[in-house]
């Protein structure tokens, strides 16, 4: 047997260790939340760094970019699984900023909060890295059990401790039929391994085989939650801290859809029409659902739920579609999707807080007049919003566009006309938020608090980046245009 090639687990080896250090800091330091936050983005910078070497190892192989594989498969890297790395690790650097502020307001400065979401992001790379399913569920629950406590960290709110049972009791119950599914497909394919479970795919295999692949996606679908398996989202999102939910909605979604895509289009690519007409049905029932819901929709966080149901609809759009077009528009939007989903939870977390008797700030009538109360905000928002309801110049329009473009070429016409009306529909519940902002008269009642530097930072580098992508995408179009190479390595 092969030794272990650590090198190629140096960027989850560094954020579980720093993870630990932060843990171990914690009763002795006992310093304040900022000084956890800087020691978790010294983790975070470190493991982009492994991430980076990994990057020059791989792009400098032949021209072929091979990928580069130890433990028979179960750490397997490529150029697919880092460029979501990286989305990944700035997502979290991202989450630790807004968090900074916000635990010491919410009398939730929790130092191990920083070791926990270094520990869900090392669960997430484990889980995009892989070809492996054992290893997928392992870094599935690494990052699920972070999330149950982070979800439930303000303890003195009683939303937040239900909003983190709920959590913890869906998250069993997909945990549940993702083993079980898995325990099928090794029962009738002999492997874990996705490239073994294809080769068994293509020798005509029992209907069993279906069944436990039908199970594993069921337990995926929990986690990027399309209906019927979102049931968890609107409530965990409404309970939970708010900078922790813009975390969850942004993470949890682009690892999850990572491993569909290693899945289905790597795996199971030479039988779309087994499970295309499923995703198909699935995307439009999510779209449509979502976004009729979240037009009734006043609290902030529960309106941005419903969204990110919806956004998950228009990710399916490009799933099913050729992957020569549909893996390249799935990560430019999953990019797209992460700036104005933090970059959103971030100013809703500056405007809200949260007690021990309830929230205020996060209803939608709470946010008449904010921009011209707080103008930078109000701005910003707008940005983000308009980004959602893919209005251009925003990078939001571009990465719908994308998405509709490779519906098209893959000749998914009624995903692509279903996607459009969705869209529109959108538009009403997003512009109803800026026409509050700027039209809506002012309540009396408490200011926003102070935005501190570090807040401010990421909502100016999220509309930067949102900005910047809607104008000028060439150098991402660029990266991820040939991105589905990579996926379907897992069975070259």
């Not at 599935?140 to 239900?162: H, I, Q």
């Not at 029962?187 to 490239?195: M, V």
């Not at 708010?242 to 942004?250: E, L």
């Not at 799933?319 to 020569?324: E, R, T």
């Amino acid at each position: 047997m092969d030794a272990f090639n650590f090198q190629l687990a140096l960027p989850v080896i560094a954020l579980a260790a720093y993870a630990l250090l932060v843990l171990v800091a914690v009763p002795l330091v006992r310093a304040r939340s900022p000084f956890y936050g800087w020691l978790a983005l010294v983790g975070i910078a470190v493991a982009g760094w492994c991430n980076w070497r990994l990057w020059s190892v791989w792009s400098g192989e032949a021209v072929a970019r091979r990928p580069l594989e130890t433990a028979h498969g179960m750490v397997h890297i490529d150029g697919f699984g880092l460029v979501v790395s990286f989305l990944l690790l700035a997502v979290t650097a991202l989450s630790v900023l807004v968090s900074m502020r916000f635990l010491p307001r919410e009398d939730a400065d929790h130092g191990e909060f920083y070791a926990l979401m270094l520990f869900s992001a090392a669960g997430m790379l484990t889980m995009v890295n892989t070809r492996h399913l054992m290893m997928i569920l392992i870094g599935l629950e690494v990052f699920s059990v972070a999330l149950y406590v982070l979800t439930g960290l303000t303890r003195g709110r009683a939303r937040s401790v239900e909003s983190a049972l709920k959590y913890f009791l869906l998250g069993a119950f997909s945990s549940g039929f993702l083993v079980y599914g898995m325990a099928l497909l090794y029962g009738t394919a002999g492997s874990l391994d996705l490239a073994a479970i294809a080769d068994a795919a293509a020798d005509g295999p029992p209907r069993m085989f279906w069944i436990g692949l039908g199970l594993v996606l069921i337990g995926l679908f929990f986690k990027v939650a399309v209906v019927p398996f979102h049931q968890w989202v609107p409530d965990v999102y409404t309970g939970a801290p708010t900078n922790v939910t813009g975390f969850m909605a942004a993470a949890t979604k682009t690892a999850a859809f990572a491993v569909l895509m290693r899945v289905l289009i790597g795996a199971f690519g030479d039988h779309r029409d087994v499970w295309v007409p499923l995703v198909t049905w699935i995307a439009i029932l999510t779209m449509t659902l979502a976004n009729l819901v979240a037009l009734a929709q006043v609290n902030i966080k529960r309106l941005l739920a419903f969204s990110s149901i919806a956004h998950a609809g228009y990710l399916l759009i490009a799933l099913v579609c050729l992957p020569q077009a549909g893996v390249g528009a799935i990560v430019f939007y999953l990019t797209i999707y992460a700036l104005m989903t933090i970059g959103a939870f971030a100013i809703a977390a500056a405007v809200g807080r949260g007690d021990a008797t309830g929230e205020r700030g996060y209803d939608i009538y709470a946010w008449n007049g904010l921009g011209w109360k707080r103008p930078a905000l109000g701005a910003a928002m707008t940005v983000f919003l308009l980004s959602m309801a893919g209005i251009p110049p925003t990078g939001g329009f571009l990465a719908k566009y994308v998405i509709f473009q490779a519906a098209v070429e893959s000749k998914q016409h009624l995903l692509a006309v279903v996607g459009v009306l969705n869209a529109v529909v959108a538009a009403y519940y997003y512009l109803r938020v800026i026409v509050a902002m700027y039209m809506g008269d002012p309540e009396e009642g408490e200011e926003p608090l102070p935005v501190s530097p570090a807040t401010a930072a990421v909502v100016a580098f999220a509309v930067a980046g949102i900005l910047i992508l809607g104008i000028a995408p060439g150098g991402l179009l660029a990266v991820v245009s040939e991105l589905y190479t990579y996926v379907l390595t897992v069975v070259l």
